[in-house]
């Protein structure tokens, strides 16, 4: 076994989840303060409406997700990621969580910007604020873990709560700890996470059919080949004989 497999395997973080904490921590740990100034590169790459729909700034749609506000954002963010994106991801296989982390930045970012409009005359600061991070796309996640498993328990601090509630919950503290920030991007998230458990992306999403050829085919054979990667099914079995999503 080659050492990055090994360390996948100790650290039990499956490809696409640890890409994306790896990315963003590194964005973060970036001494913007020293190259660019923090508050002036932050000002350029957030989702802000305003930028976008005024000054044509189309970029901002992209690079938000991946620059956080402090230490704290990141942390609030990167460690729900870890171990949700760790569960998701070793359920659904690299290829399938990739394409849903896709599906809820589109939702999440199009809810944001379109309420932002919307309410402009009515939350003047919706449409100038300058909203980042990845919690949008965390949100999701929590939704779908929520519903797979929306019968059990959880503990809470001291508190027993049924898992199919932690979204919101969830929704609620960081909608007061952050002062209101980001509210139709979280939703965004929740909504789309809701929506893939309903099988409603099954019309643009492959089948398990359609994604065991993939990870079998010659295309793929350089990213299944990848430490951490995370298949759909066990390469012992035929490449007919799938699992169910989460």
């Given at each position: 076994m080659s050492t990055g497999r090994k360390l996948c395997a100790f650290l039990r973080i499956p490809l696409i989840t640890s890409c994306c904490v790896a990315f963003c921590?590194?964005?973060?740990?970036?001494?913007?303060?020293q190259l660019f100034g923090w508050k002036h590169t932050a000002k350029h790459l957030c989702l802000s409406s305003h930028e976008i729909l005024r000054s044509g700034q189309?970029?901002?749609?992209?690079?938000?997700?991946?620059?956080?506000?402090?230490?704290?954002?990141?942390?609030?963010?990167?460690?729900?990621?870890?171990f949700v994106g760790s569960l998701v991801e070793k359920q659904v296989g690299s290829i399938l969580f990739f394409l849903f982390l896709i599906i809820c930045w589109v939702i999440s970012t199009t809810l944001e910007v379109a309420m932002a409009?919307?309410?402009?005359?009515?939350f003047h600061s919706l449409f100038h604020g300058c909203n980042m991070g990845f919690s949008g796309i965390a949100f999701g996640l929590t939704a779908v873990l929520s519903q797979a498993v929306k019968h059990k328990q959880c503990g809470l601090c001291i508190f027993q709560v049924p898992v199919f509630l932690l979204p919101w919950i969830f929704f609620i503290?960081?909608?007061?700890?952050f002062h209101h920030g980001a509210v139709f991007l979280h939703l965004g998230g929740i909504v789309a996470g809701y929506a893939y458990k309903s099988d409603?992306?099954?019309c643009c999403l492959p089948s398990p059919e359609k994604l065991?050829?993939?990870e079998?085919?010659?295309h793929f054979?350089?990213?299944?080949?990848?430490?951490c990667f995370s298949a759909q099914i066990t390469p012992s079995i035929h490449a007919k004989t799938v699992v169910r999503r989460v």
């Open positions: 921590t590194t964005m973060f740990l970036i001494d913007f303060h189309v970029y901002r749609i992209f690079t938000y997700t991946f620059v956080h506000k402090g230490p704290w954002h990141l942390a609030v963010t990167m460690i729900p990621m870890l409009t919307m309410l402009y005359h009515v503290l960081y909608f007061v700890c409603v992306f099954n065991a050829e993939w079998y085919s010659n054979k350089c990213l299944v080949q990848l430490p």
